[in-house]
């Protein structure tokens, strides 16, 4: 019984951004009990039973206890790339996944509790996600999709056709509708946790990847198999066809027109932007004039129009497309929320909604138990120096992030290796055993 006791913790005197709204509540209690929210609220509200409970007490007056932050767009596979041929042909699996392994502990020091890997190399992402699960590695709770799934005019297939597609890159070609029926089961049995297609090219080409009637296959087949499909979109085609098609996420969307724009609110499809890529890029600067010039002209017209699907009442929300030369892993998570305000328009608080609440949807293994903070989710907060619903730039900032606490622990940079001073009893060979027949969702 103490045992169990002595896991309750209450967390007093805070700022509390609940973020199932924009309420900021002045000296708070959050209680969380084992990994769970036990309560959160004003300390006035306490319920005397729970503030009679034997607990650890931290004060934590004059800062602002939030929810952890969900990055909604990152591959943990890519390893900062420096070039193309890098990202797509040279890197074996293999290393991809121990590279992965030790950035994904980068990214939950930075204060990403959740995260979603929307596409990479077979297996990569999800082994990440059941390494953190099994406690081998330090990470956010990780949703994995599998390879991008493409056409030849998709971004997951877009070298010469005398260059094969790898094994190790993260497209995966289907030339038919029975190829992508195939490519989903397949990825369905390996574990994924959402499928996601590569819906457009790398540039401005119009057209999409897909023909609307392979769209809606695609999401007629993933959702009989109980998986969400988010799609990689930038040309106003193919984000078309997505909102059409019932896609559940929309990666992009840069070059949206009005008419399609409506048609995206009418369908009630997430829109997720992902310009600190282009923004990055941009700053980065030793480029081509041409490509620059490119990249100038989509976050114009991103913007343009995001700024619009934000007034319209469009769901935004703030991924970071971590994984890049230009957005290495730990750095550049938060800046989608700064420029949803200082491009879009949005509050702070806003912001700071499209990267906890909003964002759940969007990394589909933990959507019900992740993004607010309320009595039965993860304990996964954030204690901040400050106030970030007033200046969301503070969150970029590791000097303000006073702790990161997932599943109602802190989180620390390392831990000690802890070597077993007995062989494994047999009796625990019984849970492998078991997990080969229950495999297919975990
Ligand atoms: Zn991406």
Redesign the pocket.
Known sequence: MTGAESQMRRITGARLLACADETVVDDAVVVIDGELVAWAGPARDLPPDLARQPAEVTDVAGSTVMPGLIDA?M?ISFGEPQTEEELYIYTPTAYRAVRAAANAEKVLLAGVTSACD??GPTGVAAAVRDAVDAGLIQGPRMSAAGRQITTQQGIGDTLPRWIDIQESSFGALVRNPDELIAEIRDEVKDGVDLIKIAGSGPGTTEYGAFRLEELELAVNEAHRLDRPVAM?ARSRQSVADAAAAGIDWI?HASYMDPATLEAVIEAGTPLLP?MTLLVNSLEAGTMPAAVKGAIQRELDAAVSILAKAYEQGATLIAGS?SGFAMTPYGEWHTREMELFVSHLGMSDMRAILGMTRDAAVAAPRHTPMIGTIAPGKYADLLIVDGRPDTDVRMLGDRRRIKAVIKGGAEVVPWRPVELPTDRMPFEKARPYVAELYERDRR
């Open positions: 767009h591959h929307p596409g990689h990666m992902a497309e």
